[in-house]
């Protein structure tokens, strides 16, 4: 079954405003990553955070990971036309204590900023 | 910074035909990984590779095989293609087997099957 959910499954705002997408996975992690995909386009690597991390921050992006529900969110600040992409979270796939490192990737987001 | 590569970028093929695609892992990084994505899917792992062996195997067809070179380059061969197999074909290089670490995806390979 699917590791990763992500919801919403689209949303629309408008520049400037702030986007939050959430993601859920099953099992046990040992980090998760989000990236970035233009329609059709290849995956671009936005931020990773470890199990053991809660928070990190890299430049208008926030994430935040809650182990204990098993949930991230990733917000945009301050949203931009070109952030309009499809919005993907991936955990790794933990094998007997360790990792093989392959992604489960979620559903995606598809979020459209508005000029 | 050197990206991963992947050729070709673009392929039209006809249904029982073979295809093979090839993946250049960002220079130093040792594992290789094969992702399927389906029109309007999340990209589906198939396989990875480290240290020029098999690390994992995830929903790989059969028709489908895959192996990691001694410059640590990748290819993935598909025989008797199916129109399902009309897909994009991402390749993600890192450092080290063990996860734990980014994953760095090649603009992807577009496949057609007619």
């Known amino acids: 079954s699917q590791q990763g959910e992500e919801d919403p499954q689209a949303l629309s705002i408008q520049e400037g405003e702030n986007a939050t997408m959430n993601c859920s996975y099953k099992t046990s992690i040992n980090n998760l990553q989000w990236y970035r995909q233009n329609s059709g386009r290849g995956l671009v690597h936005l931020i990773l955070i470890r199990s053991n991390e809660r928070e990190k921050h890299s430049g208008r992006l926030r994430v935040t990971l809650d182990t204990s529900k098993k949930s991230s969110s990733l917000l945009i600040t301050a949203s931009r036309a070109a952030d309009t992409a499809s919005y993907f979270c991936?955990?790794?796939?933990?094998?007997?204590?360790?990792?093989?490192?392959?992604?489960?990737f979620g559903k995606g987001t598809k979020l459209s900023v508005k000029p | 910074a050197a990206g991963v590569i992947q050729s070709p970028r673009h392929l039209i093929k006809e249904k029982r035909e073979t295809a093979t695609l090839k993946c250049y892992p960002i220079p130093r990084h040792d594992t290789v990984y094969w992702y399927q994505q389906g029109p309007g899917q999340d990209p589906q792992f198939l396989i990875s590779f480290y240290e020029k062996m098999q690390s994992d195997k995830g929903s790989i067809p059969d028709r489908f095989s895959a192996q990691q070179f001694s410059d640590y380059h990748s290819e993935l061969n598909m025989s008797s293609l199916e129109l399902g197999d009309s897909a994009l074909y991402f390749c993600a290089s890192s450092l080290g087997g063990a996860g734990f670490l980014e994953q760095f995806f090649g603009p992807g390979t577009r496949l057609t099957v007619l």
């Open positions: 991936a955990t790794d796939h933990t094998n007997y204590g360790g990792s093989q490192g392959n992604l489960i």
